[in-house]
């Protein structure tokens, strides 16, 4: 599903240049669940963002499902974040002024396709938010919900619009060791039931080795650990 070919990434600040990914090379399968780790710096997140189609000032090629990313127009690359990708991130980006229907339906109001109606979108919100345990905090503000749960809202968010390909930049690292537990467990049955391709950033060990493949980040570069699971 996910080609690298020489994906190299710098940044210039003045007469200076810093190299953040290396002729990075890397193939991920549709329905793996795949880890990436390494220290802060290392070129995780730039990586992530590539994949996404945030940043598209690299060189090499970044293709996902035979799409070439940077070939895209803009238009094409909205509707490829829209569509294809869900993404997740350490902090929960929930608005507090809206309850958590409201906050997972955000998507339905960015989607470029045709108007969804109201009954439809509002169907979806509770199906996506029976995934994730969370149907009866529907009518909820996002502050009255512990960690773990806005983590869960956002989740659902990222799910909404069905997502092939879901991108996690540190998911776990506002939650206690239980409560992260309890996200990669939903994180796996998303990944087993609705066979969507997930790559999780993450500085913890124990939550990178529950993932189908272990990959280390250093320097710039990507580094297989091999299969961690049976």
């Given at each position: 599903m996910i080609e690298l070919r020489g994906l190299s990434k710098s940044y210039r600040s003045g007469t200076a240049t810093t190299q953040v990914l290396r002729d990075v090379e890397l193939s991920i399968a549709h329905g793996e669940l795949v880890s990436l780790i390494?220290?802060?710096?290392?070129?995780?997140?730039?990586?992530?963002?590539?994949?996404?189609?945030?940043?598209?000032?690299?060189?090499?090629?970044?293709?996902?499902?035979?799409?070439?990313?940077?070939?895209?127009?803009?238009?094409?690359?909205?509707?490829?974040?829209?569509?294809?990708?869900?993404?997740?991130?350490?902090?929960?980006?929930?608005?507090?002024?809206?309850?958590?229907?409201?906050?997972?339906?955000?998507?339905?109001?960015?989607?470029?396709?045709?108007?969804?109606?109201?009954?439809?979108?509002?169907?979806?919100?509770?199906?996506?938010?029976?995934?994730?345990?969370?149907?009866?905090?529907?009518?909820?503000?996002?502050?009255?919900?512990?960690?773990?749960?806005?983590?869960?809202?956002?989740?659902?968010?990222?799910?909404?619009?069905?997502?092939?390909?879901?991108?996690c930049d540190e998911p776990t690292g506002n939650l206690d060791r239980e409560m992260g537990e309890a996200i990669m467990r939903l994180f796996r049955r998303l990944n087993e039931e609705e066979e969507i391709t997930m790559i999780i950033v993450t500085h913890d060990p124990a939550i990178a080795s529950s993932a189908d493949r272990q990959l280390v980040v250093r320097d710039g570069t990507v580094h297989e650990e091999g299969a961690v699971r049976a």
């Open positions: 390494g220290r802060s710096g290392s070129g995780k997140t730039t990586l992530l963002h590539a994949i996404g189609g945030l940043d598209r000032n690299y060189t090499g090629t970044v293709r996902v499902g035979g799409q070439d990313l940077r070939a895209l127009r803009d238009g094409g690359l909205s509707d490829y974040r829209n569509r294809t990708v869900g993404f997740v991130f350490q902090s929960f980006y929930l608005l507090p002024h809206l309850s958590c229907a409201e906050n997972v339906a955000l998507p339905a109001v960015f989607a470029r396709r045709a108007p969804q109606s109201k009954a439809s979108i509002q169907a979806r919100v509770l199906e996506v938010l029976r995934h994730v345990d969370l149907e009866e905090k529907a009518g909820a503000l996002p502050s009255t919900l512990s960690g773990g749960q806005r983590q869960r809202v956002a989740i659902a968010r990222a799910l909404f619009n069905r997502p092939s390909l879901m991108l």
